[in-house]
């Protein structure tokens, strides 16, 4: 990570001090890309990372300051706590880079009905990362979204401005699919006793 000699530099680093008192220090590196230089980026693509990450960020933030126990206990939605809806953000980022480069190469991404549909999909990953710690879900996070910052610095421009298909998964699974999953840890957040 150290001896990549670009950087794609999205800002300041957002450091998360309050998790601190739980063991749990959360810093968001600057991204790295293999690509170009930022300033050789067109608007377009950047536009869309500043979308995409900025969105994460929020949905990082959301659980900023909880102790990781609160984070992980089941029942943020469902069964589900804010640390499951943080791995099934980095789940959707994983697909989404693996459906983007088919996508790219003019294929199809294979259904999800592969798996009993998306339903079906999200529970069987849920139960893969589940039982992880919390430090690790969240190391998981950050690195699915460094990769996925990545992949997109380094995407030819065209895909951006003519594949619609391209366009839509990348909304699906990233910008588009970030907020629905803040507003529930917001939601559950503000039910916590303070
Ligand atoms: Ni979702």
């Known amino acids: 990570m150290s001896n990549t000699p670009k950087h794609f530099d999205l800002g300041s680093t957002l450091e998360m001090p309050e998790l601190k008192d739980t063991g749990l220090a959360i810093r968001l590196v600057p991204v790295r890309t293999t690509s170009r230089p930022v300033q050789h980026l067109k608007m377009n693509r950047q536009q869309l990372i500043e979308r995409v990450d900025g969105r994460w960020r929020s949905s990082v933030q959301a659980v900023q300051g909880l102790p990781a126990d609160v984070v992980s206990k089941p029942g943020a939605v469902g069964q589900w706590s804010a640390k499951d809806l943080v791995g099934h953000l980095a789940v959707w980022e994983e697909e989404s880079v693996t459906a983007l480069r088919l996508i790219g190469e003019g294929r199809r991404p294979p ?7 998306i339903d079906a999909f999200n529970d069987m990953k849920w139960r893969e990362f589940r ?15 460094r990769r996925l910052l990545d992949y997109l610095a380094g995407v ?12 839509h998964r990348l909304r699906l699974d990233t910008y588009g699919h970030y907020p629905e999953h803040t507003a529930h840890i917001l939601a559950w957040r503000a039910t916590l006793p303070v």
Do not use: I, K
Request: glycine share 6%; aromatic share 14%.
């Open 156 to 167: 030819p421009e065209e895909l951006f401005a003519t594949e619609t298909r391209f366009r």
């Open 131 to 145: 039982d992880r710690p919390l430090a690790d879900v969240v190391r998981w996070s950050q690195e699915s979204h």
């Open 111 to 117: 259904r999800y009905a592969r798996f009993g549909g």
